[in-house]
C-alpha cells in the first residue's frame, strides 16, 4: 500500500456509548453528529495530521483481511457506500449503531468513532499497482489532557483540556479497499487491545485473515515458540540447550531459505520420528484452534522473518539466578555435571568479551 498521494475526502465523527452509564446520563447512547466535513474545508496541514493519525497503526498491520459474510451488517453498509446507494452520513450513523450493539458491557469508554473517504491509495495486487478508493474506521479510546498557553499583549495565561493526542496511535483501525468485492473486499485491520474480548476483527467487522506469504511465514514462527513453551518445556529428557538449539536451529531455516516445505523442516530441525510427529499434533491442533488451514509449502518473507524474529528468542532459564540468551550457534554451549557439587552447570565457549 502506497499512501504519499492519498487523499481524505469526507470524514464524519460520531460518539459511541457506554451501555453500563445510568439512562438518564448522556453517555449512556451514541452521539451522532448532523453533517459530515469535506476535505476542501480542511487546510494542507489538518490534511497531512489527520492522514497521519489514521494510517500510522494501518502502516504497522501485515496481516490482509476481508469480510467473512458479505451479507453481514458492516459489509452491506460498505458496499452501498461503495455503490453510492447511501451518504456517508445515514451508513456512518448505521455503522456506529453496530459497534455499540457489538461492545461488551466491559467497555466503558465514551469513545469517538470515525468514519473516512480516501482516494488515491496505490494498492499493490495480483495485477500490478493500482489507485483506489477506500473507506476507513477508526475507534478512538484514550483522551490526552494537554495545557494550552494563550498570548495576549501583555500576557500568558492557559487553560486545562482533555482531546485526542494525534501522535498516538489510534486503538482501532480498518482500512477497506474498494476491490475483491464479490469475495468481501480487501482490508488492513488493528486493534491495539491484546486480551479480554476482541470483538472490533471478530464481531463487528466478522472478518478473517487472508493467508498470504507473510501471514504464513509469521503465523509457523509463532507455532515454533507455542511448541518449544506448551511442548518442549514439559519434557524432562529436554534440556535448554535443546529448547535453544530448536529455537534457534528454526530462525536459520527461516533466514536461510525462500520457500518453505514443512516435511524438509520437521527432517533438518527436529529429525526424531518422535518429535516430528508431536510437532505434526501440535500444529494440527493450532491450525483448528484460529480456523486456519494448515500450509505445507509456502513462498517465507523475510520482512515477516525480520518481523518475528522475537518469537524465537533462545532464553535457557537457570532457577531464579541466570537467564543465558541465546542469539547464534548453539554449538558455542556445552552442559554438564558438577558431581563435587552435585550441580549441572552450561560452558559458554566465546573468542571477545564485549
Not at 516435511?263 to 499434533?281: P, V
Amino acid at each position: 500500500m502506497n499512501i504519499e498521494n492519498s487523499q481524505i475526502n469526507s470524514l464524519i465523527i460520531h460518539k459511541i456509548g457506554i451501555k453500563t452509564a445510568e439512562e438518564n446520563d448522556s453517555r449512556h447512547n451514541n452521539f451522532y453528529s448532523s453533517h459530515e466535513i469535506q476535505a476542501i474545508n480542511l487546510d494542507e496541514q489538518t490534511q497531512y495530521q489527520l492522514s497521519s493519525y489514521f494510517f500510522r497503526p494501518i502502516l504497522k498491520s501485515r496481516d490482509l483481511f476481508q469480510f467473512k459474510n458479505t451479507d453481514s451488517e458492516v459489509c452491506s453498509e460498505i458496499t452501498k457506500l461503495f455503490n453510492g446507494e447511501t451518504s456517508l452520513l445515514e451508513s456512518s450513523k448505521s455503522l456506529a449503531q453496530i459497534l455499540y450493539d457489538k461492545m461488551p458491557e466491559e467497555d466503558e469508554t465514551y469513545s469517538d468513532f470515525f468514519v473516512v473517504r480516501f482516494s488515491n491509495i496505490l494498492f499493490q495486487d495480483v495485477e500490478g499497482e493500482i489507485a483506489i478508493d477506500a473507506l476507513g474506521l477508526f475507534k478512538s479510546e484514550k483522551k490526552d489532557v494537554i495545557l494550552k498557553l494563550m498570548q495576549n499583549d501583555n500576557e500568558i495565561n492557559f487553560q486545562i483540556e482533555s482531546g485526542i493526542n494525534l501522535g498516538s496511535t489510534i486503538e482501532k483501525a480498518v482500512l477497506i479497499f474498494n476491490i475483491d468485492a464479490e469475495n468481501g473486499y480487501k482490508m488492513y485491520a488493528t486493534d491495539k487491545q491484546k486480551s479480554g474480548e476482541l470483538y472490533w476483527i471478530d464481531s463487528f467487522l466478522e472478518s478473517k485473515i487472508i493467508e498470504t506469504e507473510y501471514f504464513n511465514t509469521e503465523t509457523f514462527m509463532k507455532t515454533c515458540q507455542e511448541f518449544d513453551k506448551e511442548i518442549l518445556s514439559t519434557q524432562e529428557k529436554i534440556t535448554g540447550e535443546d529448547r535453544a538449539r530448536f529455537l534457534q536451529q528454526s530462525l536459520n531455516y527461516f533466514q536461510r531459505n525462500e520457500t518453505f516445505n514443512e516435511e524438509q523442516f520437521t527432517k533438518e530441525i527436529l529429525q526424531n520420528d518422535n518429535a516430528i510427529e508431536a510437532f505434526k499434533d501440535f500444529r494440527t491442533r493450532c491450525c483448528n484452534k484460529y480456523e486456519i488451514q494448515p500450509t505445507e509449502t509456502f513462498d517465507i518473507d523475510q520482512e515477516a522473518v525480520k518481523k518475528s524474529k522475537r518469537y524465537l528468542r533462545s532464553v535457557i532459564k537457570l532457577d531464579k539466578n541466570f537467564h543465558i540468551y541465546v542469539h547464534s550457534n548453539t554449538e558455542n554451549i556445552e552442559q554438564g555435571v558438577d558431581d563435587a557439587k552435585n550441580k549441572r552447570f552450561y560452558k559458554l565457549f566465546y573468542d571477545i568479551e564485549s
